[in-house]
Nanobody
């Protein structure tokens, strides 16, 4: 299973970006999907999450400015970011709680694991 994030770039303060993260592979189902970020010299910070029912949570730092959504049919999670600030500059990663198919001989079974993708860089200039 792979998670591929995209959509990062350079934007001026006050601008907007939309990040996407698509999961691919032998996926049976996906539970929670989330975004987190890490700025140079900082610890990893949770940004937002969404469960399979569409319930969302946000960090206080982004609440009211960012919106997380998902397309379950496409195994994709999005992060719409508005009102960007220089302190939002970071590498943004996605993660997902995924149930995958695995095979042993003729038998198929499922395994649930957490997956994290490579990030996409967001740079906000002042």
């Amino acid at each position: 299973v792979q998670l591929q994030a995209s959509g990062g770039g350079l934007v001026q303060a006050g601008g907007s970006l939309r990040l996407s993260c698509a999961a691919s592979g032998p996926i049976a189902s996906i539970n929670d999907m989330a975004w987190y970020r890490q700025a140079p010299g900082n610890q990893r910070e949770s940004v937002a999450s969404i469960d399979r029912y569409g319930d969302t949570t946000y960090s206080d730092a982004v609440k009211g400015r960012f919106t997380i959504s998902r397309d379950s049919a496409e195994n994709t999670v999005y992060l719409q970011m508005s009102g960007l600030r220089p302190e939002d500059t970071a590498v943004y990663h996605c993660s997902a709680d995924i149930v995958v198919y695995e095979y042993s001989g003729h038998e198929r079974y499922t395994v649930r694991s957490d997956y994290r993708g490579q990030g996409t860089l967001v740079t906000v200039s002042s």
